[in-house]
């Protein structure tokens, strides 16, 4: 009986450990990495904007909020001949996110500031460290707007939004990611396919939006404007109604396995 009992126990402390390790790895608290925005254009050297990348930030700039300060971006942007610059320029999120969707936000107004044939400007925005999908897989979703002003006009506006599993920013390189719908002038607004993501502690999420724009022909009386928003959102599955049972049947058995053991070990006559 002693054999048995050994590996009875044996199995039983198993069960129990990993029982502890999946609640301290639901309990731990995690840091949410600083939301950071970049932009580039063909032949520019890149321009963040952060926390991590002080200098171009904004009043209210925090971890999870990134407010562009327009004058000093401008003339940044200006300084390295980009031909765009930006009445506004935010982003938001909610990283980590424990146990409810995580959240991206990026919203801009872009203008075109030099004469010539359509050129393009790409604006990132981007978060790691969120958390949702801790114990399951989950949904990727997302959902863009344009609006199109000046003359002669905007050409397109494209958002895309990337979950990578690498937990580094501006990751755009992997295979989960939804494009929504490209827009013209006047614009409109649209989601992209949902696309399914795996289990995994840490992630990070980028929303991309390419923004391609004729040249001023009116000397910046009427340039060419697109203001624009891209959202990504990260739900976790909810567990099946067999798993929620099971662990509710797992504990009690536990226990009642103590006490049985307890019971057998007990000297007779007690």
């Given at each position: ?11 039983l ?12 790895l ?132 494209t ?41 995994t ?9 390419v ?54 070990r ?5």
């Amino acid at each position: 009986m002693s054999k048995w009992f050994r590996l009875v126990r044996s199995h039983l402390i198993i069960g129990v450990a990993s029982g502890l390790a999946v609640f301290a790895l639901a309990g731990q608290t995690t840091r949410a990495g600083s939301i950071t925005l970049f932009i580039s254009e063909a032949g520019k050297l890149p321009v963040m904007v952060g926390l991590d990348f002080p200098g171009l930030e904004g009043a209210g700039t925090t971890n999870n909020t990134v407010n562009a300060d327009k004058a000093a971006l401008n003339a940044t942007l200006t300084a390295l001949g980009y031909d765009f610059n930006f009445n506004i320029l935010g982003a938001i999120s909610n990283a980590p996110a424990n146990g409810i969707s995580a959240t991206l936000f990026l919203t801009g107004q872009v203008f075109r500031t030099t004469t010539g044939g359509p050129l393009s400007i790409t604006i990132d925005a981007s978060q790691n460290d969120y958390s949702t999908l801790i114990a399951s897989g989950g949904l990727l979703t997302n959902f863009s707007t344009a609006n199109f002003f000046g003359t002669p006009g905007g050409i397109s506006d494209t958002g895309t939004s990337y979950f990578a599993t690498s937990n580094a920013q501006d990751d755009k390189g992997g295979p989960f990611f939804s494009t929504a719908p490209t827009f013209g002038p006047p614009g409109g607004s649209d989601p992209g396919p949902a696309v399914a993501v795996p289990q995994t502690p840490f992630f990070s999420l980028t929303n991309s939006v390419v923004v391609t724009l004729d040249g001023d022909t009116t000397g910046g009386l009427n340039a060419p404007i697109d203001q624009f928003t891209h959202s990504t959102t990260v739900t976790a599955a909810i567990p099946e109604p067999t798993s929620v049972v099971m662990l509710g049947v797992g504990i009690p058995v536990v226990f009642m396995s103590l006490r049985w053991i307890r019971r057998r070990r007990a000297p007779v006559g007690h």
